[in-house]
């Protein structure tokens, strides 16, 4: 069984930072693409940013220059730096993981979410 669990989330006010981190565990072979979505209350989910197994990256319009993705690959987990955060930042975040567990079977993974909320 693949788990990808993340953890960082939490209150900050405009302009703070947090950094969210995604652990994937259990049977894993490779892990592919990693990414980070969002979603804002009455909203859809929509992507972050995103990096691949070897490092290439690509961020949402409105995360540019902010938010920094980054992975460590002997450690199966991804992180999300976020500074200069805005209210609209707010919402829940999710981490999406491309997994290999067989030769012949792998699936797209979801975490469980983490809340973020940017608030004075």
């Known amino acids: 069984q693949v788990q990808l669990v993340e953890s960082g989330g939490g209150l900050v006010p405009p302009g703070g930072s947090l950094r969210l981190s995604c652990t994937a565990s259990?049977?894993?072979?490779?892990?592919?693409?990693m990414d980070w979505y969002r979603q804002a209350p009455g909203k859809e989910r929509e992507l972050v940013a995103g990096i691949t197994d070897v490092g290439i990256t690509n961020y949402a319009d409105s995360v540019k220059g902010r938010f920094t993705i980054a992975r460590d690959n002997a450690k199966n987990t991804m992180y999300l730096q976020m500074n200069s955060l805005k209210p609209e930042d707010t919402g829940v975040y999710y981490c999406n993981a491309h997994i290999t567990v067989t030769f012949s079977f792998r699936k797209w993974y979801w975490g469980q979410g983490t809340q973020v909320t940017v608030s004075s």
């Open positions: 259990g049977i894993i072979r490779s892990i592919g693409d």
